[in-house]
């Protein structure tokens, strides 16, 4: 039988790449499946969804200005916009289930489908719930988290812990680290740090890297930088004083590959990069993002360090600490291999699977 499923939301990589990875897994358990994402118009996945094969429509949909409340009349224009195009979708398309994955996107879909009585899935990536998500809830038929504890949020008995998907291409990447080290230009005898700030870029992430590089290379520590869009210029021009053992880009094509060689990373605390981490057992340095909603990433970093699964530096202390932070590690062994272990021992593996599962018994009862 063949069945109508909305995917909502994006917005960043973040929520993008479980999004797809759902919508393959979907289409291995039901190959006839009709699948349509919603995101956001103008943001990354009206791009990046319709090159993994999957059509999608925009919502002139933005998000609200928390400290600058005035900015958000035409915020308001936009959501009522949202809204009624949403009410066109579902109308249209006849989901039989409404799938969200967070972004800005998200709300109005699976408002305007629990409203005609569509059944919905949430997927919750972070440790610390967002306010859409939060009012959603009591009408969700299934909430797929990552985190225990999580019904200080949501109601009990419709949570499902399975975990974020990951990017299957990450886990299928089986070179030793030298050899990686090597295919990416290295010396496959010296430690290496990657670091990512996200597709975007993360400004003080790059500051931090750019004020520890002496210290780095004085260690003999190589570095492989992704510094993302803004500033790429700069912090590019930087590391080029350091080549060829740093090597900065503004974005890794090869994620897998540098995950793979990789010593330790350096990262932002978003739940994509967490759940790579935690999948690939993988030591990290976390550097949580101030300026996202809930303070949700500095939740996410807290559950990995509380375990001794990462170390955590806030973002007001990178710039500081982040040097003397990285060469410690280097200089342990042990301890990195056993943050790795904690990582690991995180991980929700085929969480993608899992939640095509969960979707399916829903259809099959619907």
């Not at 409203?115 to 949430?122: E, S």
């Not at 030298?178 to 993360?202: N, Y």
């Not at 590391?239 to 330790?264: C, H, I, N, Q, S």
């Not at 967490?274 to 807290?302: M, T, W």
């Amino acid at each position: 039988m063949s069945y109508n499923i909305l995917i909502s939301g994006g917005g960043t990589g973040g929520h993008i790449f479980p999004a797809v990875s759902i919508a393959n897994a979907l289409k291995r358990a039901i190959p006839d499946a009709n699948i349509l994402f919603v995101g956001a118009e103008n943001r990354m996945e009206m791009e990046r969804v319709p090159a993994a094969g999957y059509p999608i429509v925009g919502l002139p949909v933005a998000g609200f200005d928390r400290k600058k409340l005035w900015r958000n009349i035409p915020v308001l224009w936009k959501l009522a916009k949202s809204l009624l195009k949403a009410r066109r979708i579902v109308k249209e398309f006849k989901p039989d289930i409404a799938i969200g994955v967070g972004g800005y996107a998200s709300g109005p879909i699976l408002k305007e489908a629990q409203r005609r009585g569509v059944p919905t899935l949430i997927q919750e990536q972070n440790s610390y719930a967002g306010v859409t998500n939060k009012l959603l809830a009591p009408r969700a038929t299934r909430i797929c988290v990552a985190y225990e504890g999580m019904d200080r949020f949501f109601p009990a008995d419709r949570i499902e812990i399975t975990g974020n998907p990951v990017r299957k291409v990450l886990e299928e990447n089986t070179l030793e680290r030298g050899e990686a080290k090597a295919a990416l230009g290295f010396d496959p005898s010296r430690p290496l740090l990657f670091v990512t700030g996200g597709s975007l870029g993360a400004r003080t992430v790059n500051e931090a890297v750019a004020a520890a590089l002496p210290s780095l290379r004085a260690r003999d520590i190589q570095l492989l930088w992704q510094t993302g869009r803004y500033g790429a210029d700069h912090f590019q021009s930087i590391a080029a004083g350091y080549a060829p053992e740093v090597k900065a880009t503004t974005f890794v094509d090869d994620m897998a590959m540098a995950y793979r060689a990789a010593d330790l990373v350096v990262a932002r605390a978003g739940a994509c990069t967490i759940s790579e981490v935690q999948n690939l057992g993988i030591p990290a340095v976390l550097i949580p993002s101030p300026n996202v909603a809930e303070d949700h990433q500095r939740h996410n970093a807290e559950a990995l360090a509380c375990r001794d699964a990462a170390v955590m530096i806030l973002d007001a202390h990178a710039v500081e600490k982040l040097g003397d932070t990285v060469t410690a590690l280097m200089d342990d062994h042990d301890r990195r291999e056993a943050m790795g272990r904690s990582a690991a021992d995180m991980a929700h593996r085929g969480a993608d699977d899992r939640i095509a599962q969960i979707i399916t018994e829903i259809l099959n009862k619907s």
